[in-house]
């Protein structure tokens, strides 16, 4: 009798689905998209010293990409559904830190939130090869980009604005969107995942995946796409802004710039359908080939920067087709022993770009112009165009499932391998 009054989702809570971890993404897609064009600003304005403030953030990258190789070490200790929780925390501790302006504060406020991206980066992917069958992980991946598109295309312009007002505000609701992530994490009832019953014991070695992640060219080729794709990203969101300052087009320009372009992830429905009639090979390689093309323009025709700048932004828009159709390969090879490990090794291309991009600017910088960065960073957009030739011409064919729905990733087991 008892049983009747409590309502059904209590006491049988639903699988976790697409639309769930899509709001999950859109909350992270606020906490961070409004601190994205902020923590710059603030570094500069708390340490003064451009120099310093690139030291920081490639020492803060290491520390991120020692962090998240070590996660699947930390899950067994902790439960992952509390290492997610820990995330959304430093999420809000490192906004709390920040908003104090405190140098030291500044610093350990950036620490903390960039920590906290690689750590809910790790748990999220793990969670999704959990819940969401393969021929739900291209829908999955539409609608995760296209939830978030609120956010990061409002974030950057609307954080800038806001924290020349009163610079807390963007803290602030950086703040808010970590305890909405909880929230949403509490309803969804994701636990610590599917148990897969493992043959072995698992390695205590943090870092002992990197024999089988090398053992396997698919997942090699997935996580340089990854890489190669977000440092695409780093030359646009870094050195757009420098550019367009040392061009005189003024110093807003580069988050206007960044809102526009991620304005076009309310496109990706349409992307999705586009790799669905043709398949992941062509999206990919059409991405990184139509990018690549922009970037070297972009390069070629710097003595006009208004023309410099658009190609930028209209590459950035295949920067976005591969946010949905890159990643679908790395995914589709993990095995499912693997999870955790493998996402942790894939979430390290955040951490990886940060810090090669930076690097290869300093090269480049030292012999021509903001420009030749742009041109440098096609230059590894072709690359891997070229690393995408190697993927099988069936993956991801859009075909009729079951229920007579069009799915991404179907085909047969031997095709091929997964970037994101």
Known sequence: MHDRRIPEWLRHAPAPGVRGFATLAAMEAVARGILVSVFPLAMYRALGDARLVSEVYFLVGLCSLFVGLSVPYLTRFLPRRWLYVAGTQMFAAGSLLAMTGDPAATVAGLGFVTVAVV???????????????????GRLETSRLFYSALGWT?????????????????????????????????????????????????????????????????????????????????????????????????????????????????LSPLMLRFIQRTSVRRAVRTGF???????????????????????????????????????????????????????????????????????????????????????????????????AGSLHPRLGRAKVAAEGYPTVGGGHKGAVAEAV
């Open 119 to 137: 750590v809910t980066f790790v748990c999220f992917n793990a969670y999704v090869l959990d819940y969401i069958a393969r021929v739900e992980l």
């Open 289 to 387: 080939v139509a990018g690549a093309m922009l970037f070297l323009s972009a390069g070629a025709l710097h003595g006009v920067p208004e023309l410099a700048v658009l190609c930028l932004m209209a590459g950035s828009f295949f920067l976005i087709l591969l946010d949905v159709s890159a990643g679908l390969p790395f995914l589709l090879a993990v095995k499912p022993s693997e999870r955790t490990e493998m996402s942790a090794i894939y979430s390290s291309f955040r951490d990886v770009s940060g810090i090669l991009t930076p690097g290869v600017a300093w090269a480049v910088l030292l012999f021509a112009p903001v420009w030749g960065v742009f041109v440098a960073g096609g230059a590894g957009l072709l690359v891997a165009w070229g690393l």
């Open 154 to 266: 409002v974030g950057p312009a609307l954080g800038v604005f806001l924290y020349t007002l009163w610079p807390a505000a963007p803290f602030v609701i950086s703040l808010l969107a970590a305890y909405a992530m909880l929230v949403v994490f509490v309803i969804m009832r994701l636990g610590n995942g599917r148990l897969i019953v493992r043959a072995h014991q698992p390695s205590a070695n943090p870092f002992a995946y990197f024999r089988r992640f090398f053992a396997q060219s698919r997942l090699i080729a997935g996580w340089l796409f990854a890489v190669l794709r977000s440092c695409g990203w780093w030359v646009y969101v870094v050195y757009l802004p420098i550019f367009a300052v040392q061009s005189g087009l003024g110093e807003r320009l580069g988050g206007v710039a960044l809102s526009l372009s991620n304005a076009a992830l309310f």
